[in-house]
């Protein structure tokens, strides 16, 4: 089965645009959480979708958005983009079957904002 | 807000030696936990995980211990390896879905 994948791997933006990534899940999972990873913050958690539905969300301005598509692809979006924004986007997929909650990581995208 | 954290930033271990790495966790309403392990220029791999109904769970060369009582996570590597050379996170969840993670302990191992 193939793994978790994230494009592009690597983006650079400059301060007010705005970017958009994009997550395949593990084909049959439902479930796909997006983290983001700076060396300050550690792992923060963004939100997650299941059944094209956000059912999580954390504590992240509206400037983060996301969408997950009827085949459980999954998009976030960062509009009017700020230095700070500068991280690496991680997305994770799960089964959610019964006692299968394992989250399984793609390898990131690296977002450098200038 | 509540948080997990790890005990120390970094650990070094000989090879072959066992290592142990720490967590202290502050949201009691959480009942899930998981060890992750990333290695640099990838995404966070899952090693390990265990409910809030057990204490203890073994894997492959690595066992988990769970202490509700003091909210206390601890991830043991028996024989370490080269390969274990990464950053390892702790990570809590009172639902399944949002994880929330520790600093990270980065640990080196010696040859």
């Known amino acids: 089965k193939a793994g978790v994948t994230q494009t592009p791997r690597y983006l650079i933006k400059t301060r007010g645009q705005q970017v958009t990534l994009s997550c395949s899940p593990i084909?049959?999972?439902?479930?796909v959480s997006w983290y983001q990873q700076t060396p300050g913050q550690g792992l923060q958690f963004l939100f997650e979708?299941?059944?094209?539905?956000?059912?999580n969300k954390g504590n992240f301005p509206g400037r983060f958005s996301g969408r997950q598509f009827s085949n459980s692809r999954s998009e976030m979006n960062v509009s009017t983009l700020e230095l700070g924004d500068s991280a690496l986007y991680l997305c994770?997929?799960?089964?959610?079957?019964?006692?299968?909650?394992?989250?399984?990581f793609g390898p990131g995208t690296r977002l450098t904002v200038l | 807000g509540e948080s997990v954290g790890l005990h120390l930033p970094t650990l070094s271990v000989q090879e072959g030696d066992n290592s142990i790495i720490n967590c202290a966790y502050s949201?009691?309403?959480?009942?899930?936990f998981i060890w992750y392990k990333q290695e640099s220029g990838k995404g966070p791999q899952f090693i390990i995980d265990?409910?809030?109904?057990?204490d203890k769970r073994q894997g492959q060369r690595v066992t988990v211990l769970l202490n509700k009582t003091v909210k206390h996570l601890s991830l043991q590597i028996a024989a370490t390896q080269p390969g274990d050379s990464a950053v390892y996170f702790c990570?809590?969840?009172?639902?399944?879905?949002?994880?929330?993670f520790g600093a990270g302990t980065t640990v080196t191992v010696r040859a």
């Open positions: 994770a997929s799960t089964a959610q079957g019964a006692g299968d909650n394992e989250q399984f």
């Open positions: 949201n009691s309403a959480s009942d899930y």
């Open positions: 084909s049959g999972h439902r479930s």
């Open positions: 979708y299941f059944s094209e539905t956000q059912r």
């Open positions: 265990i409910r809030s109904n057990m």
């Open positions: 990570a809590e969840t009172p639902n399944d879905y949002k994880l929330s």
